[in-house]
């Protein structure tokens, strides 16, 4: 089908540098936080977060401060916290200014990661009201800054395992924060080797001799002229692989004492009569409680990350449709770069997954809210979230990292030059990768959970007795829908309706695939888990550990249909129909690319043969070509202004 745009004006809204198409894929896009974006793309200018790329360290900091704090005087990036602090916007809006400055810098991203999102997040979820009303507005404006200490040198995913201790002093009333061991120090604290004056400190809580698991303590570290703090030693860790901007450094502890409030005690604390209280009795339910209101920062990196690819993909495309290279055979005209296969094939795909991934962020952030709305009144709601969460985060982390470098190399020379934006880019989402919970990691706990509900699903059937009711069941209970569960019923209701020519393009067929390889991976993963769980006690490392690939196989293919899922929900929720087929083609893209990417699992399990193999290619080949026209626009879709990518490439 060719698309064709009909007839529609230009709004004021847009002006004049962004096509009506581009418009209206950008309000699709952009989905329930339509208006907060458009603001940001009104009234925020490159000065506003666009860092010079040749600032040296000390510079990128003070220019990361300095900014921040500007745009929160002016009401930007302060969403999720309480407005009687100070507060604009709700905690699914603040994933959305996230998204936004990311548009920017990414080095001004993480600094206001770190005092709104981890910092002040601390304090909001952790602490009580006393603690909002003494922390947070300054917090909000910046003026009071401060660090979120959890990671230590000998201990960064495992956090249950930290070193630093919390002990209660009942003869003073105070507790006693401290590095007991050299690796106990915390390592690569954002805030702390400049600007932070306070740290939300996590350690083990000792209170009379019991330790009460990890538990987190507010501890000054710097006075207000950022002057020492005797006890805290405070180490710069200097010049960094990426994001200059952010002063991570370390921490270490000597016995240091902080009055008995500053304990952030919502979860359990010590009260006026010296004695350990928690509604939540069992530790291991307590911290993971605890974490599990932290999960905001991890899906804000996973946004961040796209929306800094999305900003690559829009350098790399514009340079692409403005660059020739060589002469049709017989003309004199230079053929733009992408008008070549292989030019589109680098890009075009991938503006598929940032579509993908965009929507499937605006549902991601939607669930954010329905769980702190809920205050702990959904469990399930709250733990379907952080396997949610750990899975993008990962997913799209990864793909920032591979696709930055795609869009480099597809600028050729230029975009090896720092003039172009792309190196920075590059650098600054390297470490994406690793903080906020490292991705292999994070994969791991989807495949925990994935398994979870398989057992809650399925119990102690033996074999034979599972796969029947897989069979009958269709794997259902375990293979939650996404809010588009209504839609994709629907797709699947008509799914015999198509001939096998147009099955390619079905959306039935895509759905269908996406599942069938989530359902078949994580049963596989189970019945190995399962023979694991009967091995002796010496042998079962290694029985569990030879499952490590397939775990992160199964957390690959459950996130893939999820964002499948958001994606159809998103076409869906789209009111323009033109715009709805263009999105509509830009799906059969990340669909059929997803399936090329994984066509050796679709083959090794004989889901389809190399016939269709083939076909697929031809398919994606196809979609390229037939999107190429369009690609401005759907540049334009992502969202980021022309005037904030700052490459010297795309100006003249």
């Known amino acids: 089908m060719t698309i064709t745009a009909p007839d529609r004006p230009r709004t004021a809204e847009t002006g004049p540098r962004i096509t009506a198409t581009g418009e209206g894929l950008r309000r699709a896009l952009d989905g329930p936080f339509h208006t907060l974006k458009q603001r940001w793309r009104h009234e925020v200018s490159a000065d ?89 507005p300054g917090t909000i404006t910046g003026e009071l800054t401060g660090c979120f200490a959890m990671t230590e040198l000998g201990h960064g995913s495992d956090v249950q395992s930290l070193e630093t201790t919390i002990t209660w002093l009942p003869e003073t009333c105070e507790f006693e924060v401290n590095s007991p061991t050299p690796t106990a120090a915390k390592a690569y604290i954002g805030n702390a080797a400049a600007h932070g004056k306070w740290a939300a400190v996590f350690g083990q809580l000792l209170v009379d001799g019991v330790n009460q698991g990890v538990h987190v303590a507010v501890v000054r570290i710097r006075t207000d002229d950022l002057g020492p703090v005797p006890g805290v030693v405070i180490g710069d860790q200097g010049h960094k692989g990426g994001l200059l901007g952010v002063d991570n450094g370390t921490l270490f502890f000597d016995h240091v004492r902080v009055p008995r409030t500053h304990l952030l005690d919502r979860f359990g604390g010590v009260n006026t009569e010296g004695v350990y209280t928690s509604a939540i009795e069992s530790k291991n339910a307590r911290f993971f409680t605890m974490l599990g209101t932290l999960v905001r920062g991890r899906i804000c990196v996973g946004g961040g990350a796209a929306s800094a690819t999305r900003k690559a993909l829009s350098i790399a495309t514009r340079y692409s449709l403005k660059r020739t290279q060589f002469r049709l055979p017989g003309l004199g005209a230079e053929i733009p770069l992408l008008d070549y296969q292989a030019q589109q094939r680098k890009l075009l795909p991938n503006i598929a ?3 993908a991934y965009g929507f499937a962020m605006n549902e991601l952030a939607l669930q954010l809210q329905r769980v702190t709305d809920a205050a702990g009144a959904d469990p399930k709601a709250g733990r ?71 057992q809650r699903t399925w119990g102690d059937l033996d074999l ?30 008509t799914a015999n309706r198509r001939p096998e020519a147009q099955q390619l393009t079905s959306r039935a067929w895509h759905i269908q695939l996406f599942e069938d390889r989530e359902r078949h991976t994580v049963e596989g993963l189970a019945k190995r888990m399962r023979a694991a769980g009967k091995v002796p006690a010496e042998e079962a490392f290694a029985a569990t550990n030879a499952c490590q690939q397939h775990m992160l196989a199964a957390a690959r293919a459950h996130t893939d249909r999820v964002v499948l899922e958001a994606f159809i929900a998103g076409i869906d929720a789209t009111g323009d129909p033109y715009i709805a087929s263009i999105l509509s083609k830009v799906c059969d893209l990340y669909a059929l690319a997803t399936i090329e990417e994984n066509r050796g699992w679709f083959m090794e399990h004989e889901r389809f043969d190399g016939s269709r193999s083939k076909a697929i290619t031809e398919a994606v080949d196809a979609l390229c070509l037939e999107l190429r026209p369009k690609a401005l626009e759907l540049v334009e879709g992502l969202g980021v202004e022309e005037s904030w990518l700052n490459a010297a490439i795309l100006r003249g």
């Open 48 to 136: 506003d977060f666009v860092r010079d790329p040749t600032l040296g360290v000390e510079e990128a900091r003070e220019w990361a401060l300095d900014k921040l704090v500007a745009l929160a005087a002016r009401g930007f990036a302060i969403a999720g916290f309480p407005e009687a602090q100070g507060g604009r916007g709700s905690t699914a809006e603040s994933v959305a200014h996230f998204e936004m400055l990311a548009m920017g810098d990414l080095s001004l991203t993480i600094k206001s990661g770190v005092q709104h999102g981890l910092w002040g997040g601390a304090i909001v979820n952790l602490g009580t009201s006393w603690h909002h009303e003494t922390f947070l």
């Open 353 to 355: 997954k940032a579509y």
């Open 384 to 454: 379907e979230l952080e396997t949610r969460a750990a899975g993008m985060k990962a997913m799209l982390t990864r793909w920032a990292n591979d696709t930055i470098q795609v869009a480099r190399e597809a600028c050729g020379g230029a975009g090896y030059l720092t003039e172009n934006g792309l190196t920075l880019l590059r650098q600054d989402a390297d470490v994406f990768a690793t903080f906020e919970g490292e991705n292999t990691v994070l994969m791991q706990l989807v495949a925990k959970a994935l398994l979870l509900d398989y």
């Open 464 to 493: 034979r007795g599972t796969a029947q009711a897989t069979a009958r069941m269709l794997g259902e209970t375990f293979l939650e829908r996404t809010t588009a569960r209504s839609v994709i019923d629907r797709i699947l209701t």
